[in-house]
């Protein structure tokens, strides 16, 4: 059985991948280690995690795993945002050439970062343009945390309605796809870990994946990782 390693961003990304990700994931015979939050800074020898703002700590994070773990059948993902990507990131500036087409732009970024840290068993993962996107498939959900609150919910809804894919809702500083949900719920500011991850799990996998291509590329992928071991044996 293939085993995946996961670097989150935030509480938010590491709650949905080990309460929806990581049983989905066991039925196709990938078993995923808890989750981890990616470094973002190391002082005095101390890693502190969690924010996947700065580069250079999560490059190193992520080579020492792969030097930890040598075995073939282990792979490394993340689930980082695009939204507010650190400006030292791989690719970035080739990537911005491609602001055009966002899923051309985010696959430009991943290619780089998966050249950059050279070990096949990477599998990068960038979220277009951040988790809350995929909450816009269905925002009614919104509801069971929030009553009565039907008018906030048709103003997402419109939103989600504008676009072909909520991955497609943009990287503005105001109008990111968390802007524009703390646009009609502000406490969502501060309980994104707690509601965030469960929105996603009563919308479900399979909702996400049918409106959100690049989350279904990835997905697919992790899914056929015991395909991918036996073919390399």
């Known amino acids: 059985m293939p085993r995946l390693y996961l670097f989150a961003e935030g509480q938010t990304e ?11 994931l066991a039925h196709f015979g990938v078993y995923v280690h808890n989750p981890v939050l990616i470094a973002h ?11 996947g703002r700065n580069y250079e700590p999560m490059k190193n994070d992520i080579l020492r795993f792969l030097k930890q773990e040598s075995a073939a059948d282990v792979y490394f993902t993340t689930m980082i945002d695009l939204y507010a990507l650190h400006a030292e990131f791989p690719g970035r500036e080739d990537a911005e050439k491609l602001r055009h087409d966002p899923h051309q732009r985010v696959q430009s970024l991943q290619s780089a970062w998966a050249r950059d840290i050279a070990d096949g068993r990477f599998i990068p993962f960038i979220q277009l343009h951040e988790f809350e996107a995929y909450l816009f498939v269905d925002p009614s959900q919104f509801e069971f945390f929030y009553p009565d609150s039907l008018p906030q919910i048709a103003g997402l809804q419109k939103i989600a309605d504008g676009v072909l894919t909520p991955e497609l809702i943009d ?3 105001h109008t990111a796809p968390s802007k524009r949900i703390m646009s009609q719920f502000p406490d969502y500011k501060g309980a994104k870990p707690l509601v965030g991850p469960q929105v996603g799990e009563l919308i479900g996998v399979a909702a996400i994946r049918a ?6 590329e990835w997905l697919t992928g992790l899914e056929r990782l015991p395909e991918r071991g ?3 044996r």
Not at 14 to 24: G, I, N, S
Not at 41 to 51: D, F, L, Q, T
Not at 211 to 216: D, G, M, R
Request: aromatic fraction near 6%; charged fraction near 25%.
């Open 14 to 24: 590491q709650t949905f991948a080990d309460a929806v990700l990581k049983p989905h």
């Open 41 to 51: 800074a190391r002082k005095k020898g101390i890693v502190h995690r969690g924010g």
């Open 171 to 173: 990287d503005g500083q």
């Open 211 to 216: 409106k959100c291509p690049h989350f279904n």
């Open 230 to 232: 036996a073919s390399s």
